[in-house]
């Protein structure tokens, strides 16, 4: 289930990249969570008689997480290639052991030092340019990868034998709540009528938002946090093969050798990892 949320994800960064240039960062997330919350209660209307307060109330937590990492990533992808928005968003490698270690308590062992070390280095490669700054597009992704960090790290605190669709579709909800907030707060009302748009959103939201995030949570549910971190990484290779193919991204020796130096961060910290 991982492995196909993050296949889902890799060919997304293509479709919402390509979307923002129709319109605004926000209004783009507010259509594409949109389709996901109606979608979501048409497919699973029968699932949701299961619901109590506490699949409610994880789920609204999980909402808040969620929407201000589709937000990040949003403004980030607007001023990134989906290539460099996609190694950037897979930081979440290095900070899911950081951010566990220092609110979690869990031990950060020397293995995973390593691997946050390298992590690190590959970000730099892919966004430092020669003056050793970042963009600021860089920043908003960076903080992506944080808030994918947490949302994963909470994804393991959730458990129930039917609650797993439930709370995904409260998150989307809440998410949606929030995103048109922000739309009206941040930016001026913005639609298109191009086809093309459209179609980018229905799939960003049927099958990124609601079927890839379900994909996830799912197959979490079995998996260490750190582990399902790993295996979700995975998008940034599709991404990176997508984003070269269709949309002519930049494949210097710099962002490779960066790109690759993440994806083996989390080849190492899968090894022998339970």
């Excluded at 789920?59 to 201000?68: D, E, K, P, T, Y």
Aim: charged share 10%; with cysteine.
């Amino acid at each position: 289930m991982l492995v196909s949320a993050a296949m889902i994800w890799g060919g997304s960064f293509v479709v919402v990249k390509s979307s923002l240039n129709y319109v605004t960062p926000m209004w783009q997330l507010v259509y594409r969570l949109a389709v996901a919350s109606v979608s979501g209660i048409v497919l699973f209307l029968t699932q949701l008689r299961y619901v109590c307060k506490q699949y409610i109330k994880q789920g609204i937590i999980l909402g808040f997480i969620f929407a201000a990492a589709l937000i990040f990533q949003n403004y980030g992808a607007n001023v990134s290639t989906a290539s460099k928005c996609a190694f950037l968003t897979v930081s979440y490698v290095a900070f899911t052991p950081i951010i566990g270690a220092l609110f979690l308590k869990r031990r950060l062992t020397p293995k995973k030092v390593i691997t946050v070390t390298i992590c690190m280095i590959g970000v730099g490669l892919v966004t430092l340019d020669e003056s050793l700054s970042f963009a600021a597009g860089d920043i908003f992704l960076l903080a992506t990868g944080a808030a994918y960090a947490l949302h994963i790290l909470y994804i393991d605190r959730c458990r129930g034998k039917n609650g797993a669709i439930i709370i995904h579709v409260v998150q989307i909800w809440t998410a949606l709540v929030i995103a048109v907030i922000m739309a009206a707060m941040l930016e001026p009302f913005c639609i298109t009528q191009e086809k093309s748009f459209w179609v980018s959103i229905a799939y960003c939201g049927i099958f990124e938002v609601l079927i890839g995030f379900f994909l996830q949570f799912k197959g979490q549910q079995n998996t260490n946090p750190s582990l399902a971190g790993i295996i979700l990484s995975s998008e940034c290779v599709f991404a990176w093969l997508f984003g070269v193919i269709f949309q002519n991204d930049p494949c210097d020796i710099k962002i490779c050798a960066g790109g690759l130096l993440i994806f083996a961060s989390a080849v190492i910290e899968s090894l022998n990892n339970k």
